[in-house]
């Protein structure tokens, strides 16, 4: 099983600030096949990033994805111009080896 | 409007079972391979199980292997989840969710984009 390990765990940044949240795997994994999601209480989780650094539809380009120089086991999410509303857990999750895992999960706040 | 709607989540004993459903609609539920997901309350994601597009193949994670069994009536456009000796440790908000390209692939090999707003199933005394 591949293991997901967030860092920080948690986040505490202001309004226009930017967020650098890290996801490094257990063992290489192929860079296309990996994600980014927002949780929110209360809510599905909301694709955010896949394929390391592909924004999904409709999501900001205050949002980027983007692994390391080649490893692939390390991966970043960068949030700039932080806004009150990216309040939230973000995961990361690989779905290219079986057991699926997602990250333990990063949270942000915004003071 | 594309859109997954989970439903039969409810209070369980434990031992006992339940059987989740997610119904599709605004989209081609056959050519879409689909995945449950849950969230245990406070904690973090875990993925549950897969099925292809056709409902050939299907995987678990070892947590409930054995125990749940996902399939699919492509004719209805409903996923189901069938969970057996449910514990306590199954509690948790299930979401059912379809991965963003269709595709025919045996195996999960794609990001989940849309997501059902979940069912909490409740194992307790």
């Known amino acids: 099983e591949i293991v997901l390990t967030q860092s920080p765990v948690t986040l505490s940044l202001s309004p226009g600030e930017t967020a650098t949240l890290s996801c490094r795997a257990s063992r290489s994994l192929s860079s296309v096949l990996l994600a980014w999601y927002q949780k929110k209480p209360g809510q599905p989780p909301r694709l955010l990033i896949y394929?390391?650094?592909?924004?999904?539809t409709g999501i900001p380009d205050r949002f980027s994805g983007g692994g390391n120089d080649g490893s692939g086991t390390d991966f970043t999410l960068t949030v700039t111009r932080l806004e009150p509303e990216d309040s939230a857990v973000y995961y990361c999750h690989q779905y290219g080896n079986l057991p699926l895992t997602f990250g333990g999960g990063t949270e942000v706040e915004i003071k | 409007q594309e859109q997954l709607v989970e439903s039969g989540g409810g209070v369980v004993q434990p031992g006992k079972s339940l059987r989740l459903s997610c119904a599709a609609s605004?989209?081609?539920?056959?050519?879409?391979?689909l995945h449950w997901v849950r969230q245990v309350p406070g904690k973090g994601l875990e993925w549950v199980a897969f099925?292809?597009?056709?409902?050939?193949?299907?995987y678990y994670a070892d947590s409930v292997k054995g125990r749940f069994t996902i399939s699919r009536d492509n004719s209805k456009n409903t996923l189901h989840l069938q969970m057996n000796s449910l514990r306590p440790g199954d509690t948790a908000v299930y979401y059912c969710?379809?991965?963003?390209?269709?595709?025919?692939?045996?195996?999960?090999?794609?990001?989940?984009?849309?997501w059902g707003q979940g069912t909490l199933v409740t194992v307790s005394t």
């Open positions: 969710a379809r991965e963003g390209f269709p595709d025919n692939s045996a195996f999960p090999d794609d990001h989940c984009d849309l």
């Open positions: 394929g390391t650094s592909t924004r999904a």
């Open positions: 605004g989209f081609t539920f056959s050519s879409y391979s």
């Open positions: 099925s292809s597009s056709d409902g050939s193949n299907t």
